[in-house]
């Protein structure tokens, strides 16, 4: 089981604090965040990727206005700042935006 907590202003664009997913094998951040873009009825698309963090663009839906966020993200797995490469099955991921964007 991995929990998905969504942090800061990610939680009040997505309207949810939290989503739990059922992972059988390990996933990195991008299989994760198509996963999470499906739980969601969203999608994010991925700008650019760096070893620590990535620019990220959220398609949402605002009011029934089909709209887009670019939000540069920080990933936390079990208290731990996570390179972007790694593999998750269980545990806890936290998506931290981090101010100024993209």
Do not use: A, W
């Not at 499906?38 to 949402?60: A, T």
């Not at 920080?74 to 935006?97: S, V």
């Amino acid at each position: 089981m991995l929990k998905i907590k969504f942090m800061s202003n990610l939680r009040t664009i997505v309207d949810r604090k939290s989503i739990k997913l059922e992972i059988e094998n390990g996933k990195d951040i991008e299989e994760l965040l198509n996963i999470i873009g499906k739980e969601l009825n969203s999608k994010f698309e991925i700008i650019k990727k760096e070893k620590d963090h990535m620019i990220l663009k959220l398609y949402i839906d605002i009011m029934g206005q089909k709209s887009y966020i670019t939000m540069r993200v920080k990933f936390i797995h079990n208290n731990e700042f996570i390179t972007t490469d790694k593999k998750i099955k269980d545990g806890e991921l936290q998506i931290l935006p981090l101010l100024g964007g993209g």
